[in-house]
């Protein structure tokens, strides 16, 4: 009997050390945060002299306007750059699964604005998009079209092209893997039953992919809402609120105007935008695969 039981404690002994650090690095400052939001708290005191105010922080965010505008211009931000990194990275995927001379000079190449430092990319497209010696307008120029103020009336399209040309490498090197992971056995039963190259992507290729399509989905839309160091450099969140996302909202409210509990209460109601927005993803793959599973059956039943 004492043997049985040690064999059930056996695996929670081994998890013990996992669980102690997940609950030191990340369930302590969680909880940390969560009640720094219910405190009228600032950089000058410690957290226990702060005053106890509630739920007062997150009513008044929910009736500030500068914190929707930096809401929805997050959610624009976000909802672009994912769609175009998605569409982008997988288009790229579909045409360069090949077997072509220099594939992994090409991959090395994709992959280059992902290894540079946010902070650089936000210098390097701020002087292209320079209003006299940048490179965008010296080019418009050249042809005889009118400049373009990209930092100012177009800043959010600016920041999005930015962010898109330095992520759209991840999107294409997890489809390319998951393509090149597919079964070949399917794509070939599919040649040898007619299929174009199109009906492959569509009916195959893509229905295929479509689990790893949304956990690279998710983890883009994760880091879009937390992007700060791109904008920050380029826009400073400007002109006016344009370009201030949330993270660049929650950063200034702790520093500049040192309110911490505003500004915990602000990362809590992105946490809880995150969190739905994760679970709704998980929810449709799970559909997805049911889906897929009752299809699968119905397939053999008429077999």
Known sequence: MKGQILNRMTPYFFMAPAGIIMAIALIYPLGYMMYGSLLDWNPSQSIGEAEFVGLKNYVTL????????????????????????????????????????????????????????????????????????????????????????????????????????????????????????????????????GATGWQQIIYIKLPMMLPILIVTALLRLIDAFKVLEVILVMTEGGPGLSTEILALRISRTATEFRELGVAAAMSNYLLILLMILTVSMFAFTRWQERRATRLAAAIQEDA
């Not at 090949?98 to 650089?120: E, Q």
């Open 62 to 193: 929910f009736y500030d306007p500068a914190f929707r505008e930096s809401l929805g211009v997050t959610l624009t931000f976000a909802f672009f750059v994912v769609i175009a990194e998605m569409i982008i990275g997988v288009g790229l995927a579909l045409l360069l699964d090949r077997n072509i001379r220099g594939m992994s000079v090409l991959r090395t190449l994709f992959i280059l604005p992902m290894m540079i430092a946010p902070v650089v990319v936000g210098l390097m497209w701020r002087y292209m998009y320079h209003p006299s010696i940048g490179i965008f307008n010296r080019g418009l120029d050249a042809v005889g079209l009118e400049k373009v103020d990209w930092l100012g009336q177009n800043a959010l399209l600016s920041v999005i092209l930015a962010d898109i040309w330095q992520w759209t490498p991840f999107i294409f090197i997890l489809s390319l893997a998951a393509l090149q992971s597919l079964p070949q056995s399917a794509l070939e039963a599919s040649r040898i039953d």
